[in-house]
């Protein structure tokens, strides 16, 4: 059974950091491109960023770039999210989601929330 589960999410002041992780079993990691996508209640999702199956190519959107990195561990089948200079507009539902055959979403977290707000 795949499972991804998102961590790390909390409350931050602007221009905090926070490191959300994603933890995930039920497939072989180090096969799937892993991407981060986050969610404003009643808006709808944004892909923020994509690392390859080594690991070794990062994509990140222009909204994130500069300011967040992505990166992963295969051996411990994890995922992370460096967020820095966080600013309200960054305040999401954030998923982290294996990319499939067709280089879409398959498999999605529940989520883990963040909030930047002073």
């Known amino acids: 059974q795949v499972n991804l589960v998102e961590s790390g999410g909390g409350l931050v002041q602007p221009g905090g950091s926070l490191r959300l992780s994603c933890e995930v079993s039920g497939f072989t990691f180090r096969s799937y491109m892993i991407s981060w996508v986050r969610q404003v209640p009643g808006k709808g999702p944004e892909w923020v960023a994509i690392i390859s199956a080594s690991g070794a190519d990062t994509k990140h959107a222009d909204s994130v770039k500069g300011r967040f990195a992505i990166s992963r561990d295969n051996a411990k089948n994890t995922l992370h999210l460096q967020m820095n200079s966080l600013k309200p507009e960054d305040t999401a539902l954030y998923y982290c989601?294996?990319?499939?055959?067709?280089?879409?979403?398959?498999?999605w977290g529940k989520g883990t929330l963040v909030t930047v707000s002073s």
């Open positions: 989601a294996r990319v499939g055959d067709d280089d879409l979403p398959d498999y």
